[in-house]
């Protein structure tokens, strides 16, 4: 896993944060999933960590040598996925 | 044993800036948490301090000082927490919110804050994508009305302290403050990562979970968890190009004021008072409402229903605009809306910073800079006196 890992590398695309940045993150006292987001934005774009998330576990648990069940996941929120405001105030329609 | 000469519980907007402060005072000091830093209410709540929404007099007071502050330290520190003076609008609805609104106005301009009227003409000048139905605005230039992170903030005060000899024990519980037998003093405090930590001095800065804090040594410390929602836009064009929120605010903020708004019962029911902002990151931020619901901190349909509703009132363009997100948080609540800012009568070497409900961001400089000074023995900056946690005791 690691020898495939270069910092350069964009983990979360939606806001284009890279390995470098995670580890920068966890350097910063980052523990869990919700750290890393908070502190560089990883998973805190359109696909609300869908495409990364996983990604951001293995780093974390590569970087601190912990379990992936110790680094968590993001907090469950609707929507599950985007739905415009419209929507949301009138409900879905059939 | 480690030693401290202070200790500070909670890390979140009150708990970093006090530790901050304390290290600048050259205090060996120590922050405690639970969790992560701004892991509780500081990462759960919107970006903005004003002084629009504080009352006339000291509150405002303090609000300006703290903003004031707030730029001094985006200079000073290297961290940076995203500080945006942005100026808000305060939307009234109708003719009769304008002129509760005008009233407010008057009030602070006699205490010298630039505040100002603006009618729905100009209104829609400065906000082009608003309702144009609208009866106008009470206008805060960006000198009272800023935005910040505000968990950057936190980290902010940390890295900053950090410099300073502050150390930082996050996911740290305590089990036990030891008191002395005989002068009922602040001894040592028993920690399951640090083990026993000594020192003569805590702040308590754990917001909605300061009674938890304050029960180990039998204090009762009267904060409450208050519920409030916001909703995360898609990264989108700039919607807004200040802080907005309508003047019906204030009536979920300070239950004595009472404006009849012609909402439906849902927005009713929910207390629903609408807000909006942009993020650096240009999603746009949409709330809000204060609700009771212990420390449940579950997204409501209901409410975000309702906060759609509302904010489409106001951005109707939002009804295209898609949401990614939503979240809710605690904030302290205090039955007469002050904070509890105030050494403990009954425990030497005890201190409270918290109960800020939804100020806390805005008042973490200024709060943070009391607390040093009151711990320091010199004389704060502003008579805090009404802060005192006495009140409660008496």
């Not at chain 1, 020898?3 to 806001?15: N, P």
């Not at chain 2, 910040?148 to 005060?157: E, I, L, Q, R």
């Not at chain 2, 037998?181 to 640090?194: M, R």
């Not at chain 2, 509302?310 to 990614?324: G, H, M, Q, T, V």
Request: a negative charge; aromatic letters at 8%.
């Amino acid at each position: 896993m690691e020898e495939f890992l270069t910092d350069d590398m964009i983990v979360c695309r939606c806001e284009e944060i890279t390995v470098g940045e995670i580890k920068e993150a966890i350097k910063q006292g980052a523990k869990d999933v919700i750290g890393v987001k908070r502190r560089v934005r990883a998973g805190m774009g359109l696909c609300q960590g869908r495409t990364c998330e996983k990604m951001v576990q293995q780093i974390l648990c590569q970087e601190l040598g912990v379990a992936p069940s110790e680094v968590g996941s993001s907090s469950p929120r609707p929507p599950v996925r985007p739905i415009s405001f419209g929507e949301l105030a009138r409900g879905v329609v059939e | 044993m480690k030693e401290f000469d202070i200790v500070v519980i909670g890390a979140g907007a009150i708990g970093t800036s006090v530790a901050y402060h304390l290290a600048l005072k050259g205090l060996k000091t120590a922050l405690i948490e639970k969790g992560d830093i701004a892991h509780g209410s500081s990462s759960h709540c919107d970006a903005v301090s004003l002084i629009c929404d504080k009352l006339p007099g000291i509150d405002t007071a303090m609000g300006q000082a703290s903003i004031d502050y707030y730029g001094e330290l985006d200079k000073k520190f290297n961290y940076d927490f995203e500080y945006d003076p942005k100026g808000c609008l305060y939307v009234c609805e109708t003719e009769p919110e304008f002129e509760a609104a005008s009233e407010y106005m008057e009030r602070q301009r006699a205490d010298g804050y630039d505040l100002r009227m603006v009618r729905s003409e100009e209104l829609c000048k400065m906000e082009p994508h608003i309702a144009n139905d609208l009866a106008g605005a009470l206008y805060t230039p960006p000198s009272g009305a800023i935005a910040v992170s505000p968990y950057k903030v936190c980290y902010a005060f940390v890295e900053e302290g950090k410099k300073l000899g502050l150390e930082v024990f996050t996911y740290t519980n305590i089990n036990k403050i030891n008191l002395d037998e005989k002068t009922n003093a602040v001894v040592s405090i028993d920690t399951d990562t640090q083990g026993t930590i000594k020192t003569r001095r805590i702040v308590n800065c754990a917001g909605a979970w300061a009674p938890e804090v304050g029960k180990l040594t039998g204090l009762n410390i009267p904060i409450s968890p208050r519920k409030g929602t916001n909703l995360v836009s898609e990264q989108t064009e700039r919607l807004c190009n200040h802080k907005i929120l309508e003047y019906g605010y204030m009536m979920s903020k300070f239950d004595s004021i009472h404006f009849k708004r012609k909402v439906s019962p849902l927005v009713e029911k929910q207390n629903i008072a609408f807000n909006l902002e942009y993020t650096k990151a240009n999603n746009l931020l949409v709330g809000g409402n204060r609700l009771f619901r212990g420390f449940d901190i579950r997204s409501e349909i209901e409410t975000l229903k309702a906060i759609c509703e509302r904010a489409i009132r106001f951005y109707p363009e939002l009804e295209d605009i898609k949401c990614i997100r939503t979240y809710a948080g605690v904030r302290p609540f205090v039955i007469d809306h002050l904070p509890i800012v105030s050494d403990v009568d009954s425990i030497p070497g005890y201190y409270i910073a918290a109960g800020h409900e939804g100020d806390g961001i805005c008042f973490s400089p200024f709060t943070g800079k009391q607390v040093a000074q009151m711990v320091m023995g010199e004389g704060t900056d502003f008579d805090i006196s009404r802060l005192d946690f006495a009140r409660f005791t008496k």
